[in-house]
C-alpha cells in the first residue's frame, strides 16, 4: 500500500508543469554602479570585476562616496603588485592611472612623501577629491584663474578675474 501512495506522490510531481522562469531585472541604480564599477576595474586593475562587484554595488547604494570605495581599490595589493611593487612605481602609476597623463614635476616626490607619511588610504582619497575624473565622469577643465586662486591664495587674482571685465 504504501509503494502506491509513493508512487503516486511522485506521478503527481511528474504531471505538475515546471514554474516559468524568473527574469531578473536589475534596479537601474544598481545596473549603473554595476557599470561604474566594471569601468573601475577594468581602468585600474585591468580586469573585468568578477565577486567584489556586489559587495561594491551594496557599499555605494549604503552611501560610501565613490572616491572612498575607488581609494580602496587604488590602494588595494593588486594594484600596488601591478605597478611594480615598489613605492615610487605605484606613484607614477597611480598618477598616471588617475589623471591620464605622467607626473609631472615634483608631483610624485610630494605624493611619495605623504604617502610615507600618512594613512595610505586617506592619501589616495584626498587626490581622488582633487581629481574627480578619475571616477568615470571627465568634467571640462578648470579655467587658468582658478587653479591659481587654488594654489597662490596669498595674491590677489580676483583684480585679473576675466569674468569680472
Known amino acids: 500500500m504504501r509503494r502506491y501512495f509513493v508512487f503516486a506522490a511522485l506521478a503527481v510531481l511528474a504531471a505538475v508543469p515546471p514554474a516559468p522562469a524568473q527574469t531578473l531585472s536589475l534596479d537601474p ?3 549603473s554602479y554595476q557599470a561604474l564599477i566594471d569601468s573601475w576595474y577594468r581602468r585600474y586593475l585591468r580586469r573585468p570585476a568578477e565577486n567584489f562587484r556586489s559587495d561594491a554595488v551594496a557599499i555605494l547604494k549604503s552611501g560610501t562616496a565613490q572616491e572612498s570605495l575607488l581609494a580602496s581599490i587604488l590602494t588595494s595589493p593588486e594594484y600596488t603588485n601591478a605597478a611594480g611593487g615598489g613605492d615610487i612605481r605605484y606613484v607614477q ?3 598616471t592611472d588617475v589623471t591620464g597623463r605622467p607626473p609631472g614635476p615634483g608631483e610624485a616626490a610630494r605624493l611619495l612623501d605623504r604617502l610615507r607619511r600618512e594613512d595610505r588610504n586617506q592619501v589616495v582619497y584626498e587626490y581622488l577629491t582633487l581629481h574627480p575624473e578619475a571616477l568615470g565622469a571627465a568634467p571640462a577643465p578648470p579655467p587658468a584663474y582658478e587653479y591659481r586662486r587654488r594654489h597662490h591664495r596669498d595674491y590677489d587674482y580676483d ?3 576675466p569674468r569680472r571685465r
Open 159 to 161: 583684480r585679473w578675474d
Open 29 to 31: 541604480v544598481d545596473a
Open 93 to 95: 602609476r597611480l598618477i
